[in-house]
């Protein structure tokens, strides 16, 4: 009888990004494979390759307390009806309210989670930000503590928030990978300096930062090409709206694109790669960046700081300071060798960390360890 695994995410396009791999290597290995997520134009792709897909009615806006138990209950029944062998939880909904669920459950023999980032509940301050803080790190407890469970993190600052929280076996992967044999590492040679900022326009991704660096330095810098890839998100609260998206654009400092579907393309041809978010854990976009052999300015928090090799592979500036920010991409735009030599190590380090057939070899090492 085949070992059946269910995959718990919060929509079916985050999946195909990050965590696509896992669910073909377990289809190779003869894995029953299933996901539960909201879906949008990913499930008949899925269902093509051998994927069984459960559609969620789960959101990841506010909802109320009706919506929060509408979701909860449907990750329930999910489970229930599925009775994986192996679950894996990824992001934060699916691990808190999945985690919950399984202690109703005790025949599911492996529980996974996913800790990629503990979200913007944490980079909140202020008195009402840590009440809620301590009631988001109770239910983490209620949902990670137990025998057959396994957390990965990809960063050492959320693993010692989980440690803080409850003893549980954590393994560090950093980030979720990507195939090397998709980027190419090419030596650009114009004179014209081209600065890429690609993400989900959300306000803690650091957006206006961006927008404000570029605004300082194509004063003095008129070689300074800037460009800002990505969509909003509207069901996070965070989100940029159509009305920010046409304000930048008709400042034309910082050129806006949509999504990009071959984001290698984008950073082959870029020479700065910049993510100034608040906090992550571990971007990917940071790993396609040094796949791509490209120099990168980040910020000094959790998440960005573990994606580079400081003064190596790229540079940090202050969270939330536009100012730092536009002087680190400065000091990137009038040294070029420094910009090759920082690229050149970023390739380095992607090989060494961030493959993706790594990254899938650590997860199968969890998910068919029989001693947890």
Same mark, same amino acid.
């Given at each position: 009888?085949?070992?059946?695994?269910?995959? @718990?995410?919060?929509?079916?396009?985050?999946?195909?990004?990050?965590?696509?791999?896992?669910?073909?290597?377990?289809?190779?290995?003869?894995?029953?494979?299933?996901?539960?997520?909201?879906?949008?134009?990913?499930?008949?792709?899925?269902?093509?390759?051998?994927?069984?897909?459960?559609?969620?009615?789960?959101?990841?806006?506010?909802?109320?307390?009706?919506?929060?138990?509408?979701?909860?209950?449907?990750?329930?029944?999910?489970?229930?009806?599925?009775?994986?062998?192996?679950?894996?939880?990824?992001?934060?909904?699916?691990?808190?309210?999945?985690?919950?669920?399984?202690?109703?459950?005790?025949?599911?023999?492996?529980?996974?989670?996913?800790?990629?980032?503990?979200?913007?509940?944490? @980079?909140?301050?202020?008195?009402?930000?840590?009440?809620?803080?301590?009631?988001?790190?109770?239910?983490?407890?209620?949902?990670?503590?137990?025998?057959?469970?396994?957390?990965?993190?990809?960063?050492?600052?959320?693993?010692?928030?989980?440690?803080?929280?409850?003893?549980?076996?954590?393994?560090?992967?950093?980030?979720?990978?990507?195939?090397?044999?998709?980027?190419?590492?090419?030596?650009?040679?114009?004179?014209?300096?081209?600065?890429?900022?690609?993400?989900?326009l959300l306000r803690d991704k650091g957006v206006f930062e961006y927008v404000k660096a570029a605004e300082i330095v194509s004063k003095k810098n008129s070689n300074a090409n800037f460009?800002?890839?990505?969509?909003?998100?509207?069901?996070?609260?965070?989100?940029?709206?159509?009305?920010?998206?046409?304000?930048?654009?008709?400042?034309?400092?910082?050129?806006?694109?949509?999504?990009?579907?071959?984001?290698?393309?984008?950073?082959?041809?870029?020479?700065?790669?910049?993510?100034?978010?608040?906090?992550?854990?571990?971007?990917?976009?940071?790993?396609?960046?040094?796949?791509?052999?490209?120099?990168?300015?980040?910020?000094?928090?959790?998440?960005?700081?573990?994606?580079?090799?400081?003064?190596?592979?790229?540079?940090?500036?202050?969270?939330?300071?536009?100012?730092?920010?536009?002087?680190?991409?400065?000091?990137?735009?009038?040294?070029?060798?420094?910009?090759?030599?920082?690229?050149?190590?970023?390739?380095?380090?992607?090989?060494?960390?961030?493959?993706?057939?790594?990254?899938?070899?650590?997860?199968?090492?969890?998910?068919?360890?029989?001693?947890?």
């Amino acid at each position: 009888m085949r070992k059946k695994i269910l995959f @718990i995410v919060n929509v079916d396009w985050f999946f195909v990004s990050h965590r696509l791999p896992l669910a073909l290597e377990a289809l190779a290995k003869g894995y029953e494979v299933s996901i539960a997520c909201a879906v949008t134009d990913k499930q008949e792709y899925l269902e093509e390759i051998g994927i069984r897909v459960y559609p969620l009615s789960i959101s990841r806006s506010k909802k109320g307390l009706f919506g929060e138990l509408q979701d909860f209950i449907s990750i329930y029944k999910t489970l229930r009806q599925v009775a994986p062998d192996i679950v894996h939880f990824v992001t934060i909904k699916p691990v808190l309210y999945g985690g919950i669920s399984t202690r109703f459950l005790p025949v599911i023999k492996k529980k996974v989670f996913s800790i990629s980032g503990l979200g913007f509940v944490f @980079i909140k301050e202020g008195s009402r930000a840590a009440l809620i803080k301590k009631v988001v790190k109770f239910l983490y407890f209620i949902a990670l503590h137990g025998e057959k469970s396994h957390v990965i993190v990809q960063n050492p600052d959320d693993k010692a928030v989980i440690q803080s929280i409850c003893k549980v076996p954590i393994t560090l992967i950093r980030g979720s990978g990507v195939d090397l044999e998709e980027y190419n590492c090419s030596d650009n040679s114009n004179e014209n300096v081209t600065i890429v900022m690609a993400c989900r326009l959300l306000r803690d991704k650091g957006v206006f930062e961006y927008v404000k660096a570029a605004e300082i330095v194509s004063k003095k810098n008129s070689n300074a090409n800037f460009e800002l890839y990505g969509d909003i998100d509207q069901d996070n609260p965070a989100s940029l709206t159509e009305k920010d998206i046409k304000k930048i654009e008709a400042d034309s400092i910082v050129k806006v694109y949509g999504f990009s579907k071959n984001i290698s393309t984008v950073f082959e041809r870029a020479d700065i790669v910049v993510l100034p978010s608040y906090r992550e854990g571990l971007p990917k976009v940071l790993i396609e960046a040094a796949a791509c052999g490209r120099a990168v300015v980040t910020t000094d928090v959790p998440g960005c700081r573990d994606a580079i090799e400081v003064h190596k592979t790229g540079l940090l500036c202050k969270v939330k300071d536009a100012q730092d920010l536009a002087k680190k991409i400065k000091h990137l735009i009038i040294n070029k060798e420094l910009r090759k030599k920082m690229g050149k190590a970023g390739k380095e380090l992607a090989q060494k960390e961030f493959d993706i057939k790594k990254v899938v070899d650590k997860h199968f090492e969890i998910y068919e360890d029989e001693n947890e």
